[in-house]
């Protein structure tokens, strides 16, 4: 059993949605705990990859580092409401709500860093700045394919 830690209940931004290719993939929102997107040791804010019989695949990119969590396949996600494969070319395409002006389309990658709440096109819905951000980019974070 999977179960998004930490166990959260402020009702937002959950994003969890599954999708398969031979392994589950699961993804989780923030639940308006942002600090935790960049947090290899909590589930929210990532995409989970597991076998089929529910244990952690021997190449995910986590599976060796200390302090994180081996189910970890990309993270920096903030409220994923999307995630699908390109029936053609098996690529994965992950869709989500950002904040104000700040929704994005990615093509998750295994490991890579999509950047919440670090670097994000959006703004918090009050009109300011999301407190994190360093703005639309951030050394070592993916760009979305479209924002």
């Not at 942002?34 to 244990?55: C, E, F, M, P, Y």
Request: proline fraction near 7%.
């Amino acid at each position: 059993m999977v179960r998004q830690t930490p166990q959260l209940s402020a009702g937002n931004n959950l994003g969890t949605r599954l999708a398969f290719d031979g392994y589950l993939y699961i993804v989780f929102g923030d639940n308006f705990h942002s600090g935790s997107a960049q947090d290899l040791d909590k589930l929210t804010d990532k995409i989970l990859r597991l076998n089929q019989d529910g244990s952690v695949p021997k190449d995910n990119p986590f599976v060796s580092h200390s302090g994180a969590r081996p189910e970890i396949w990309a993270y920096g996600l903030r409220n994923p409401q999307g995630l699908a494969f390109n029936p053609w070319t098996q690529q994965m395409w992950e869709s989500e709500h950002g904040p104000r002006g700040g929704d994005e389309v990615n093509m998750p990658q295994k490991g890579k860093n999509y950047g919440w709440p670090l670097a994000t096109r959006g703004i918090d819905y009050n009109g300011s700045n999301v407190p994190e951000s360093k703005g639309s980019h951030a050394e070592g974070m993916e760009q979305p394919v479209f924002y």
